[in-house]
Nanobody
Framework: QVQLVESGGGLVQAGGSLRLSCAASGSSSRMNAMAWHRQSPGKQRELVALIDRGGAITYADSVLGRFTISRDNAKNTVTLQMNSLKPEDTAVYYC??????????WGQGTQVTVSS
């Protein structure tokens, strides 16, 4: 079992920045990748950014150049720095941990709202 606790969501104006954090506990040594996904009303959940244990990173095209994912393996945390936010970034953001055996765990989600 892995427990994930997110923090850092909120309301920001377009062009502003927010930083999301996710702390993992439990079987965190079994974690391979950590990721952030988001879901807005009426849309499917989508991958925003992913970082594996070795530091390889994948970003959604829509956030490339604006968002930065980072990870501290020693502290079992993953952060998402979001800059130049747009109204279309408004969503609930979920932290996701993927174990080496491909099991997925999810945080409870944190709301990000970007006003125009």
């Amino acid at each position: 079992q892995v427990q994930l606790v997110e923090s850092g969501g909120g309301l920001v104006q377009a062009g502003g920045s927010l930083r999301l954090s996710c702390a993992a506990s439990g079987s965190s040594s079994r974690m391979n990748a950590m990721a952030w996904h988001r879901q807005s009303p009426g849309k499917q959940r989508e991958l925003v950014a992913l970082i594996d244990r070795g530091g390889a990173i994948t970003y959604a095209d829509s956030v490339l150049g604006r968002f930065t994912i980072s990870r501290d393996n020693a502290k079992n945390t993953v952060t998402l720095q979001m800059n130049s936010l747009k109204p279309e970034d408004t969503a609930v953001y979920y932290c996701n941990a993927i174990l080496f055996d491909l099991r997925h765990y999810w945080g409870q989600g944190t709301q990000v709202t970007v006003s125009s």
